[in-house]
């Protein structure tokens, strides 16, 4: 399935737990595919990605719409963005269009194709006709949502047709593609024929649009935990499934201690096409030591990396380490390439990072092929 989601009060919603059991799912299924479908511009929705917590999103769409960018390289998707700039008439000519309405207050923040003010509910019904027949006379879509915020886009230009654009780009079937927002600059992903669900504590103004939909659940849970009510009421992995990825000898954010290691605490061996484990053969070293700290029952977590073999079974990101001496101790896998190993030690820690940090700069050789699988492999953990 593919998730398409609002980010403030959606996505980001919600209560710590709701979130960490969402981006957990998403983490433990790589079926899932996910796109950010949000009102922010490209540089603010970019913190998010150096955040370890949130899952990497496959593509980005910002700006209510009007950009849409790769999630791994953030390059423009091409074949969408173009028809978007081709009715783009500049922010420029929007601005000295309206700038003799008082109270616009333009909103600082970076933006894209698109021109987005702060209006009061009062000044907005003063000056609406007008708005709208400046937008009309520029060819541009006027959208006005959570009594605050007024935005012009191009023409039929919005979340929802940006989002079908690219659906249809990547071939995907619709009937696999579930859409979340909270506002009514998320209305428009709701009639494009997608599943959707509203979460909780949505605008008013939103709920009525979509009200007596078959396809959009209104969910109870705010944020995160609405999501998580429809994955249940539209049957994508059932609630069996979902309930599954919770531990309750374990709740997220709860670890008593994290370790971050190079080694799992088990060892790893492939039988019969299938990848197995079993404990350390030899019961010295530092791995039993680390692990002697969780044998008195405490909460934790040991983040390691693992070969991701695509030739054998769906990859575990989290695992059991030994239920008798550890029962609250879990093993994050960070699933790496052959090649990303060796290049990450062998090649750029060895040869460049190390030599640097332990100040024989002089010694240290730097590619910049080696320092980009260096970041992406950071960039997993």
């Not at 923040?109 to 009309?136: L, N, T």
């Amino acid at each position: 399935m593919l998730l398409a989601t609002d980010l403030d009060g959606t996505f980001l919603g919600g209560s710590f737990e709701q979130r960490q059991q969402l981006y957990q799912l998403i983490a433990a299924h790589p079926d899932i595919d996910l796109i950010f479908v949000t009102g922010r511009g490209l540089e603010s929705v970019m913190p998010l990605l150096a955040d370890p917590t949130i899952p990497q999103p496959d593509y980005i769409i910002s700006d209510v719409g009007c950009t849409v960018v790769d999630g791994d390289n953030l390059q423009a998707v091409v074949e969408v963005q173009s028809r978007i700039d081709d009715k783009w008439p500049g922010e420029y000519t929007i601005h000295a269009a309206v700038e003799h309405i008082e109270g616009l207050v333009r909103q600082d923040v970076p933006q894209e194709r698109r021109c987005s003010y702060f209006v009061a509910p009062d000044v907005m019904e003063k000056h609406r006709e007008e708005i709208e027949k400046i937008g009309e006379s520029l060819n541009c879509d006027v959208l006005y949502s959570a009594d605050l915020y007024l935005d012009f886009l191009p023409r039929n230009v919005n979340k929802g047709s940006t989002l079908t654009a690219l659906i249809e780009h990547l071939n995907i079937d619709k009937s696999d593609v579930m859409v979340a927002g909270d506002t009514l600059n998320d209305l428009s992903m709701y009639e494009h024929d997608f599943i959707g669900v509203c979460v909780g504590e949505s605008e008013k103004g939103l709920l009525s649009a979509t009200e007596g939909r078959a396809r959009v659940y209104h969910a109870s849970a705010p944020g995160a935990g609405g999501i998580l009510e429809a994955f249940s009421h539209f049957g994508f992995l059932g609630a069996e499934g979902i309930d599954a990825e919770s531990r309750d000898e374990l709740t997220p954010g709860s670890s008593d201690l994290v370790i971050v290691y190079h080694r799992l605490p088990y060892e790893e061996y492939i039988e019969d096409g299938e990848m197995k484990r079993r404990p350390h053969r030899s019961p010295n070293g530092i791995i039993p030591t680390l692990a002697s700290f969780f044998k008195d029952g405490k909460k934790g977590a040991w983040v390691a990396w693992s070969i991701k073999d695509e030739s054998l079974k769906k990859f575990e990101t989290h695992t059991d380490v030994d239920k008798e001496k550890y029962p609250n101790l879990i093993a994050a896998r960070v699933g790496l390439s052959k090649e990303e190993v060796d290049i990450f030690y062998k090649r750029f820690s060895k040869e460049a990072f190390w030599p640097t940090l332990h100040t024989f700069w002089e010694r240290a050789s730097f590619e910049e092929d080696h320092w980009n699988v260096f970041c992406e492999v950071n960039h997993k953990l």
